[in-house]
């Protein structure tokens, strides 16, 4: 039933000032439950006592409000104050509202604070029960309700009249209609309430561990998608969510087309079996190893098979991740072995990879040619080694600790056939090292009981060495991210900043606590705030590809600055959102400079124009590009008559004259005199010679000499 088809039944009229839930800033418990859910959660207790109930963010905000009894009704809004302002935001913080004030402040925000039920009276004569709503061991909220009967005792009530500013009639009214549950029910509501504080903090949870998920699944998609290693990921049902390319090329095709399809589509023959097995390490949470000759369409492999349960955040297994290594080669040099030890050492001679047998003591009893070539010492020269001298201490630790593990294992009944895989730092002739991935089984006698080791040892230096050269860039962006003089922040869909630099810190005035997590309009100054909200989620929606402008900001000690911000969407590789990134830079000091050389200007165009000379400007090629007002009166020819003539092309000049009017003007553009002073003739417009005093300056500006005379 929703919310509104809940209303009707229980005939709730909205209170005056509307619904307080719209300014529900955080929206943590609203978006993650939904509004008519959590009304379907609270009628489950509410409809045993008929009075009210509140459901709160961390915050404050309201995520649900039900006034179910008159006498609630009545005098919470009889107890909003102040009673003149339509801003629902502005009461709230006044402190005045009686009812919100003991709701939340005395109950909600004390039951988040202990982690506790809270059971008080309220000033309207009911008694309040609240609790936290925890998601995990995380208070994301508060749950409460109102019980009990209003007073009836005529002294009580004109207390209540008094504190609410009511008539006695009214409160006696409603005190009747109010309905007196009995205790028994009462008691039945606060369990419910504890259930229904359960149920909303499990959904939250589960939020919360989504958006988690999803935070990660971009660093995670990308060491997903370089491994060499076939790697997939299935669901309980044997769905595949993720696929690799090493996966799919067997395939004969690419990871999308693949992605989707169960077990039985992809394998056929097998698709039960490893259904089965996907399902039994979900089920269990535990590890599994398989060696299986799976038949790929491309051509059967050999697999060597770790299937790993996937963990939320809460820990709880929602998928597994199956992770192979092709030992085909490996494999069929085992067959070969036991049909005949001469065409194993062909086999094993011709492969780059080592393959060796040792005893239980680690003494080597086989090891492939290939082992001078990876490590530098010859087959003999290591068959009489120890494993200190073939392997670093921490390496030859770890290997000991896994074989007193598999010996354990193999006394409790686990599968004999089953591999083993380490990463391990050998030593090389050189007295370098080279870390290998080593795949281990059991040599077993005809008792089943292990005798040896057989092992193949494959190079991944390069590997090793791309992790640490990742990790080296991580900390070189890390350290440019620290340093740079521009602030850079990250912001998720709902405008929250979750990534900001130092400077961006610096530059806001507040410690990197107090921006990261906050909203990054709140950064904004107020009357730019409209305008950074529509480009914002213009961004966010992909209707622009980039944002690039000047905005104002609010430091945190009420300041202000300028800041170039250049604003770009992240998204996955599905097109998706993933998040917006901004760079800022402080442009205080040249919007104030820019301010400044523009009232210079202002001051000094008004000198121009105001002056009782006429002045003039020309470019390099002796064109007018200025006329002032005095020029016009003159000379006779306006401002549109002259900008854009050149001087010679038309009768400006007296003739006589001209010679050394032109050549006092190329030397002021050759730079051979910044200024001079000539006496000539000029014609007017209506044909008559007058004599002027110029007063020639070169004015070097737009890569030219400019020329400007005086009058």
Request: aromatic letters at 8%; glycine letters at 8%.
């Amino acid at each position: 039933m929703g919310l509104h088809q809940r209303r009707e039944q229980m005939a709730l009229p909205s209170q005056p000032y509307g619904d307080l839930t719209e300014l529900n800033t955080a929206r943590l418990i609203l978006d993650s439950v939904g509004r008519e859910t959590l009304a379907e959660v609270a009628a489950d207790y509410l409809d045993l006592l008929g009075t009210s109930t509140a459901i709160y963010e961390k915050n404050g905000d309201y995520a649900l409000r039900i006034l179910a009894s008159g006498w609630c009704r009545l005098l919470d809004q009889a107890s909003r104050r102040p009673g003149d302002t339509p801003d629902n935001r502005q009461a709230l913080d006044s402190g005045e509202w009686l009812c919100w004030s003991s709701c939340w402040s005395d109950c909600a925000s004390r039951a988040m604070e202990t982690g506790q039920p809270v059971d008080l009276e309220c000033p309207g004569g009911l008694s309040l029960y609240g609790l936290p709503i925890l998601a995990g061991d995380q208070v994301v909220g508060a749950i409460n309700f109102s019980y009990g009967a209003p007073p009836t005792d005529k002294a009580e009530l004109k207390k209540i009249a008094k504190r609410y500013g009511l008539k006695l009639k009214q409160l006696e009214q409603e005190s009747q209609a109010h309905p007196s549950p009995d205790p028994q029910v009462i008691e039945g509501a606060k369990r419910r309430l504890a259930t229904s504080a359960r149920l909303i903090g499990s959904i939250v949870e589960a939020r919360l561990a989504q958006q988690a998920l999803q935070a990660s699944e971009a660093r995670y998609r990308q060491l997903f998608e370089g491994s060499e290693v076939l790697t997939s990921v299935y669901d309980r049902q044997g769905v595949c969510l993720m696929m690799n390319q090493q996966v799919a090329r067997w395939f004969k095709g690419k990871p999308e087309q693949f992605i989707g399809k169960s077990f039985a589509e992809l394998h056929p023959e097998a698709g039960q079996e490893y259904a089965r097995r996907v399902r039994e390490a979900i089920d269990s949470g535990q590890a599994a190893q398989y060696t299986d000759l799976v038949p790929f369409p491309l051509e059967p492999r050999w697999l060597l098979t770790t299937i790993q349960p996937l963990r939320n955040v809460q820990g709880e297994v929602y998928a597994a991740q199956i992770i192979s290594l092709d030992i085909t080669e490996q494999r069929e040099a085992e067959e070969a072995l036991r049909q005949s030890e001469e065409h194993f050492r062909l086999l094993a001679e011709g492969t780059s990879d080592i393959i060796w047998t040792t005893d239980l003591n680690f003494k080597n009893t086989y090891v492939s040619p290939s082992v001078e070539k990876v490590l530098g010492f010859t087959p003999e020269e290591r068959k009489r080694q120890t494993l200190m001298e073939m392997v670093t201490p921490e390496s030859a630790q770890q290997v000991a600790e896994t074989m007193a593990r598999e010996l354990s294992r193999d006394a409790q009944g686990a599968d004999p056939e089953r591999a083993v895989a380490v990463e391990v730092e050998y030593l090389h002739k050189d007295g370098s090292t080279v870390w290998a991935e080593v795949v281990v089984k059991a040599l077993r006698d005809a008792q089943g009981n292990a005798v040896g080791l057989q092992g193949v040892t494959r190079d991944i230096s390069e590997r090793k060495k791309a992790e640490e050269e990742l990790a080296h860039r991580e900390e070189t962006l890390r350290g440019i991210f620290d340093t740079v003089q521009a602030g850079i922040i990250l912001v998720d869909e709902q405008g929250i900043i979750t990534f900001a630099n130092p400077r961006m810190a610096q530059m806001l005035g507040r410690g990197m606590d107090q921006v990261v997590g906050s909203p990054y309009l709140e950064h904004t100054a107020d009357e730019q705030t409209p305008e950074a909200r529509q480009k914002m989620f213009a961004l966010m929606r992909g209707e622009v590809d980039q944002v690039t402008h000047e905005r104002l900001y609010q430091r945190a000690d009420g300041g202000t600055f300028w800041g170039y911000l250049s604003g770009q969407r992240l998204h996955h590789a599905d097109g998706s959102f993933w998040a917006l990134v901004g760079i800022i830079q402080d442009v205080t000091e040249r919007k104030q400079a820019e301010d400044q050389l523009r009232q210079t200007l202002d001051r000094l165009t008004s000198h121009i124009e105001n002056s009782p000379l006429g002045v003039v400007e020309f470019d390099k090629d002796f064109r007018v590009i200025y006329w002032s007002p005095q020029a016009e009166d003159i000379f006779g020819w306006t401002a549109e008559e002259m900008l854009g003539q050149v001087i010679g092309e038309f009768k400006f000049v007296y003739e006589e004259d001209a010679p050394q009017v032109n050549r006092l003007f190329m030397e002021m553009v050759d730079g051979k005199n910044k200024s001079n002073t000539n006496l000539n003739r000029n014609y007017r417009k209506d044909g008559t010679v007058i004599t002027c005093v110029w007063y020639n300056s070169a004015l070097r500006g737009r890569g030219w000499p400019v020329g400007l005379g005086l009058f």
